[in-house]
C-alpha cells in the first residue's frame, strides 16, 4: 500500500522560509515523477515543481522559480521542498504526489497516481 507523508506546514511571515518533507513508502519509486502540488481556498489544485526520482531532473511552475527547490533523498525515500522568499499568495494546502511517467514539463493532478494528505502553509503580510 502507497503511503505519501507530509510534513513542514506552518505560519510564517512574508520573506521567510519553510522545508515541507513527503516520506514515501509501500513501492518502489524508480523513474517516478515525484510532485508538489498546492491548493489555495477557492481555488483548484495546481502545480508547483516535480522530480525524477531516479535522476533527479527537476521542472518547475514559473510563480516559484528561483524561490522553490525540489529535492529527494532516495536513502531516506524522501522528497523535499524547500520554500524561500515566500508570499502571502503562496498560502495554501500543499501535496505530495507520485506518478508513474516523468517529463520535463507542467503537470495537471490526473497525471498523478498517489496522493499524501496535504500540510497547510500559511504565509502572513
Known amino acids: 500500500q502507497v503511503q505519501l507523508v507530509e510534513s513542514g506546514g506552518g505560519l510564517v511571515q512574508a520573506g521567510g522560509s519553510l522545508r515541507l518533507s513527503c516520506v514515501a513508502s509501500?513501492?518502489?519509486?524508480?523513474?517516478?515523477?515525484m510532485g508538489w502540488f498546492r491548493q489555495a481556498p477557492g481555488k483548484e489544485r495546481e502545480f508547483v515543481a516535480v522530480i525524477n526520482w531516479s535522476s533527479g531532473r527537476t521542472y518547475y511552475v514559473d510563480s516559484v522559480k528561483g524561490r522553490f527547490t525540489i529535492s529527494r533523498d532516495n536513502a531516506k525515500n524522501t522528497v523535499y521542498l524547500q520554500m524561500n522568499s515566500l508570499k502571502p499568495e503562496d498560502t495554501a494546502v500543499y501535496y505530495c504526489?507520485?506518478?508513474?511517467?516523468?517529463?520535463?514539463?507542467?503537470?495537471?493532478?490526473?497525471?498523478?497516481?498517489?496522493w499524501g494528505k496535504g500540510t497547510l502553509v500559511t504565509v502572513s503580510s
Open positions: 504526489a507520485a506518478g508513474r511517467r516523468y517529463y520535463s514539463g507542467s503537470y495537471s493532478p490526473i497525471d498523478m497516481d498517489y
Open positions: 509501500g513501492r518502489t519509486f524508480s523513474n517516478y515523477a
